[in-house]
Nanobody, 127 residues
Framework: QVRLQESGGGSAQAGGSLRLACEISGNTLNGMCVAWFRKNGGMEREAVAALYTPSGNTYYRDFLEGRFTVSQGNAKRTLYLHMNNLKPEDTAVYYC????????????????????WGQGTQVTVSS
């Protein structure tokens, strides 16, 4: 059983920064794609970034324009999302999802490809 717990959400001004964390517990993390998604109101869950744990390869959506970075903690059981130059449109509940496939084979940006999800953390960016 894999359990995910997000933290680090909160409020920020436009242009500011936040760092989200996804703590992963339970079974091994080997061979796992871990991704960040976000959902704002009635909109669909939207992929943001992902990391493949064996290689550390990262994947990002083009609309981020380099503002966000995903990384693993030293203990490899925490995935971070570093969010810089925040915009009001980044306001959403941010979720981490994970599953035992390579991000490339999983089609990492499809939420339906993940079996494990956290509860989410709210990020609110004001102008």
């Amino acid at each position: 059983q894999v359990r995910l717990q997000e933290s680090g959400g909160g409020s920020a001004q436009a242009g500011g920064s936040l760092r989200l964390a996804c703590e992963i517990s339970g079974n091994t993390l080997n061979g796992m794609c871990v991704a960040w998604f976000r959902k704002n109101g009635g909109m669909e869950r939207e992929a943001v970034a992902a990391l493949y744990t064996p290689s550390g390869n990262t994947y990002y959506r083009d609309f981020l324009e380099g503002r966000f970075t995903v990384s693993q903690g030293n203990a490899k059981r925490t995935l971070y999302l570093h969010m810089n130059n925040l915009k009001p449109e980044d306001t959403a509940v941010y979720y981490c999802g994970a599953d035992y496939l390579s991000c490339a084979n999983l089609g990492w940006s499809r939420p339906g490809g993940y079996n494990y999800w956290g509860q989410g953390t709210q990020v609110t960016v004001s102008s």
